[in-house]
């Protein structure tokens, strides 16, 4: 079974689907809703079997393909995966069908059709397995640069009241990271072609280079500074809010779920194997943006008036700690954090999608306009309240084991930087739990809760939604629907069994990690330890 192109599948079945969905009459909803599940689905299944596939004590990149592209260049079409691409690729399977559930109802807004977002979404979908399977440094350019076209049109056609402004905001920040990161891929063209006669973007070879330190720390900063925009981390933060808040839940699961992962996967993948001498002496500047990150965005989130943009910082904060963990360099800090970049994509998702089904109860976005909803909607507030939990990292769930594993990895490596981060904990649970008092505690507020969008108030599957509050009107609150419990069911399950136990996930990470670590010449000290289980 491992000789078959799971890869090249992944990458192809749901660019297919896009193809078709694209090509249906606008005439033809139903179906195309049908087929884009089907598809999801089907790629879900390709990333399962391609787990049972991976062998963790075999080669360090496995179910690899690999197809000359441009000979006179060295570019090839190269596939693989390790163990932090196969998790990475597991949760884009879960996510996406997830994020179409929750746009199985609902209507886009204007003239646009429910069939064009889910045909982005696919294409989205394609885009984002080959940026983490590519093992062609050529080919992950390519890739990371054009995930953003579907990104694009899926804030600023299908976003809230400023979708243009947020969506060119993200391309042009993006664009501009990956510029810079481009001059960084042909300086190492470059060095290879001197040290090997001749060039290649093949990142094994890339990996047996010897490069001088000076070079290093100027192609180091090319990476480092487009994976900090993609994070993204303080100060190349500022898009995000914007993103996060415009773009539909849908998109806002996938973007802060899985398109930032790209920033914090290309630090492990490129950064520390191929800069390793620029790693180590730059490492000290990171972890100050690590944990001034974690802090700033803690605060900020605080002082938050609208749902979608605390969550979106509270992702800023969580993507401190998950760079904290890889700079840190440790085995258990490094292993915690692919582990928190997994748990923070399922956490986060789920509570971008509850804080989407208020927003399209209400009609609004801002917290005030919110109030007593729990003593209508008890299963809603339950699972607002989970997530919630999830994301400060609470004890029994997912993010937990991941945040346990930075902390205790890195305290003894970087003990400052360690105690400076805890503090964003504490912030953590006074900026959740204050949203969830307000939103679902306190005197009821007059606004429209309705179970099924209006059309006025949605946009592309969530959330393009009216910022004013609804008119008062007394109204009977729809709790989650089967629909919607059907949604969010999987992340649920996720997030508690993973609490619970993640060693299957932190077996298939540790090899990966500890080959990294190797890498940048630092002692791994031995396997990642047990998972404390999450049940204390």
Sequence with gaps: MSDFPFLLAM?????????VLAALPPSRQALARQ?????????LLLAVLATVAFNTGGDRFQLTTSVTWIADFGVSFALGVDGIALVMLLLIGVLVPVVIGASWDERAAGNRSMRTYWAWLLLLESMMVGVFAATDVFLFYVF?????????????????????????????????????????????????????????FAFDALRQLDIDPGVQKLLFLGFFVAFAIKAPLVPFHTWLPDAGAEAPVGSAVLLVGVLDKVGTFGFLRYCLPLFPD??????????????VGILYAALVAMGQSDMKRLVSYTSIAHFGFIALGIFAFSTEAATGAVLYMVNHGIATGLLFLVVGMVITRSGSRQIRDHGGLAAKAPLLAGVFLLAGLASLALPGTNSFVSEFLVLIGSFPREPVFTVLATAGIVLAALYVLLMYQRVFHGPPRGVLVDAEPRPEATGGGSTAVLTAPAP?????????????????????????????????????????????????????????????????
Excluded: C, H
């Design 144 to 200: 990371f640069e054009a995930m953003l076209i579907p990104m694009y049109f899926l804030i600023g056609s299908f976003g809230g009241p400023n979708r243009q402004y947020a969506a060119v905001k993200f391309f042009l920040y993006s664009l501009l990271g990956g510029l810079v990161m481009l001059a960084s891929v042909i300086g190492l063209y470059v060095v290879s072609n001197s040290q090997l006669g001749e060039g290649t």
């Design 11 to 19: 990458i192809a079945v749901p660019a297919v689907g896009a193809a």
């Design 35 to 43: 087929l884009a599940m089907a598809v999801s689905l089907l790629v």
């Design 472 to 536: 008062a009107r007394t109204s009977r609150v729809l709790d989650l629907s089967r629909r919607e419990l059907a949604v969010v069911a999987p992340l649920v399950a996720l997030v508690i069994g993973l609490g619970v136990y993640p060693q299957p996930l932190i077996d298939l990470i540790d090899p990966a990690v500890q080959a990294t670590m190797s890498d940048v010449g630092v002692d791994p000290g031995g396997s990642a330890p047990e998972a404390p289980g999450g049940t204390d």
């Design 278 to 291: 620029a790693s180590r002496d730059l490492a000290p500047w990171v972890l100050v943006l690590a944990v």
